[in-house]
């Protein structure tokens, strides 16, 4: 499995009155360490129906295996926009505000910004301070991800087929200029 392939699945796990949640993690092999920080999935029920995600410095591919979430909008907070499949967050300079009005059950990879422009092939630029979905990006391949996704029997089969479908990516990858390549090292 994942364990022996890539090193430890870490798992974290917490219970209290009204909420229970299971954080698992694995960072990618070494020869993916320039482009993928990890693999994650979360899976639970949080007391708070709202939560505020600082900005990381990575762009996050996410996808969504159980009800849907949504992405509050800073401006007007009665105004939220639902994501029931798969997205994208690119690299932000504010906060995001998340809404799981249900149970919360995603899975995703943490993409470095390099990564992230060799395995999506956009302009970081083009996803910068913004949610997109990610079929917008990746067409019919996002759906059929999605589903294989939720059709796995572990968190450790879904970080193989995340690994995979990455891989598969990267060995025809949109190489950035050399220059940033070298400012990026």
């Avoid at 899975?107 to 990610?134: H, K, Q």
């Avoid at 019919?140 to 995340?162: D, Y």
Wanted: with cysteine; charged share 25%.
């Amino acid at each position: 499995g994942f364990d022996t392939l890539y090193g430890r699945v870490r798992v974290m796990q917490h219970e209290a009155p009204g909420e229970h949640w299971t954080y698992r993690f694995v960072e990618p092999p070494p020869e993916l360490a320039r482009d993928i920080y990890m693999y994650w999935e979360v899976n639970g029920v949080l007391a708070h129906v709202r939560e505020k995600v600082m900005p990381t410095g990575d762009v996050v591919v996410i996808f969504n295996l159980g009800p849907a979430q949504a992405l509050v909008d800073r401006h007007d907070e009665t105004r939220e926009t639902v994501f029931r499949s798969s997205f994208i967050s690119g690299l932000q300079e504010q906060f995001l505000i998340t809404a799981s009005h249900e149970a919360s059950w995603m899975c995703g990879v943490r993409l470095t910004p390099l990564g992230a422009y060799r395995i999506l092939g956009l302009p970081m630029r083009e996803v910068a301070n913004t949610v997109i979905d990610f079929d917008a990006v990746m067409g019919p391949a996002a759906a059929l991800m999605l589903e294989r996704l939720r059709n796995a029997g572990s968190p450790a089969a879904r970080f193989m087929l995340l690994d995979r479908f990455l891989s598969e990516r990267l060995r025809q990858p949109h190489e950035p200029a050399n220059e940033v390549v070298w400012a990026w090292d």
